[in-house]
């Protein structure tokens, strides 16, 4: 292995846990480390006396261009935009470890969310202070700006994020008996025992990015989203396995049908009720979960 690309390797996990994280995909994520790999081979390195603040300086660069154009992108975008699931947990490691509440919060499915209404500069800034502790000066020089403004671009964004975003820790055991309730009474087409374990305020959103039947707009109310997904798994629910896994750092379920994974469905409880929905379903954001469930013998292996 040449030195330029065991130095690249080495800071890979960095660079790819910046680019997740603000751009919320795993592909886009992939093709800036592929755009910063060019860009380091085409350096003098005797000029570069910290490899590692190059690349995340590169990268976050690259990521800022990315975010203008891919805001145009979801304009457009058919249905509701959701990030790009990652399994982790165990041997996926790939956001690299998530052992601390912060670090797991920095990945969440509802944060990435949230980060998605920030300006470019904003969520760079997010970012790389809280899920990379940089410091504001470290921030300042990474996406080329003052301090001052960086530090006021941390504020802006910490701001617009506790406005937005509740984080929901449930203890994995609770969390699991309540989906298998969920999941009974929406097999048995229990419309009124789905309603008892959902929130009134309840809110169910579908990403099939115009790829697979999926609603297209947010389904609200308690009465509105049982018939909703009732009706879904008549329509798709022959032949699909749900497992227990783990992805953004919490707990999800992920459906598998005879052609592989058909969603990754986020559940959200606030107390014993189900207060969100979010079902990623369009296959060119399921890509990455079927290579990572090939890597630990398919969907049985997840273990949870």
Known sequence: MSEQLEVFERCRGRMFGIAYRMLGSVSEAEEVLQDAWLRWQSVDHRTVSEPAAFLAKTVTNLCLNQLTSARARRETYVGPWLPEPVLTGGKL?????????????????????????????????????????????????????????????????????????????????????????????AQLGDIAGLESLLAADVVSRADGGGKVNAARNPVAGRERVARYLVGVLERFGAGILPYFAQANGEHVLVAVGPDGVRAVVYLTFDGDELSSLELAMNPDKLGHVEKQLSRIGGASGLGW
């Open 93 to 185: 490691d790939d956001l690299g470890p998530l052992d601390e509440v912060a670090q797991r919060e920095s990945v969440s499915f509802a944060l990435l969310t949230v980060l998605e209404k920030l300006t470019p500069a904003e969520r760079a800034a997010y970012v790389l202070r809280e899920a990379f502790a940089y410091s504001h000066r470290e921030v300042a020089d990474l996406i080329g700006t003052t301090e001052n403004n960086a530090r006021q671009l941390h504020s802006r964004a910490r701001k617009r994020v506790a406005a937005d975003h509740r984080s929901h820790r449930a203890d994995p055991g609770h969390w699991r008996t309540l989906v298998e309730r969920f999941l009974a009474a």
